[in-house]
């Protein structure tokens, strides 16, 4: 079965460099979640999208922002990276408009570096 | 806000140990319940969940009941085996507007010795 996409897998980049992170939802999935997982830590939500407009937002720095597009992919774009921007973010998708609308599935997850 | 509290790991036992992982939740509403996995240098993977009171979630051996009246969705699992060594994270959906952001523990690492 398909599952969630992400990409790049790794990334490194220097400090006050931007970084785009890539994330293809399960086919017919609606709503696109992303997470950040410091090292050591819980996942955290960022922010999540339904049917391409933004819907919930969390802990998300002003540095960052995110949409959807028109093929349900989402992208999130990190600016003026920190060091402390160093970690595992997690891409998940659901399909709202069923029975199972809370079952999330996670993608593999961008291992982001900043050095 | 809703939260979720987790027993701290590490949790190092035997193989074929009894296991006991305590999670406790706060929410507002109904929220449903989760156990993650996420085995070393991998992603997160849905264990099991259970979306009301009294319902048992179960896989791969392991089961957790969600308890309303003690707010509590305790992980447990007769016989544990060595390739159960992982991070466990106890989560739940905040049901929002529009979507079910997942709001998790701060995760236990389990350890099984052979």
């Known amino acids: 079965a398909a599952g969630v996409i992400q990409s790049p897998r790794h990334l490194i980049k220097e400090k006050r460099e931007t970084a785009t992170l890539k994330c293809y939802p399960i086919?017919?999935?609606?709503?696109v979640y992303w997470y950040q997982q410091g090292p050591g830590q819980d996942p955290q939500f960022l922010i999540s999208f339904y049917e391409k407009m933004q819907s919930d937002k969390g802990s998300i720095p002003d540095r960052f922002s995110a949409q959807q597009f028109s093929d349900y992919h989402s992208e999130l774009n990190m600016s003026s990276l920190e060091l402390g921007d160093s970690a595992l973010y997690f891409c998940?998708?659901?399909?709202?408009?069923?029975?199972?609308?809370?079952?999330?599935?996670f993608g593999p997850g961008t291992r982001l570096t900043v050095l | 806000g809703d939260s979720v509290t987790q027993m701290e790991g590490p949790v190092t036992l035997s193989e074929e140990a009894f296991l006991t992982i305590n999670c406790t939740y706060t929410a507002t509403g109904y929220p449903s319940l989760f156990w993650y996995v996420q085995y070393p240098g991998e992603g997160l993977q849905l264990l099991l969940k259970?979306?009301?009171?009294?319902d048992k979630g179960s896989n791969k051996g392991f089961e957790a009941t969600y308890r309303k009246e003690t707010t509590s969705f305790h992980l447990e699992k007769g016989s544990v085996q060595v390739s159960d060594s992982a991070v466990y994270f106890c989560?739940?959906?905040?049901?929002?507007?529009?979507?079910?952001?997942?709001?998790f523990g701060k995760g236990t690492r389990l350890h099984i010795l052979p």
């Open positions: 989560a739940l959906s905040d049901k929002g507007n529009r979507d079910d952001k997942i709001i």
């Open positions: 259970a979306t009301k009171a009294d």
């Open positions: 998940a998708s659901s399909y709202l408009s069923s029975p199972l609308r809370d079952e999330q599935f």
């Open positions: 086919p017919r999935h609606d709503t």
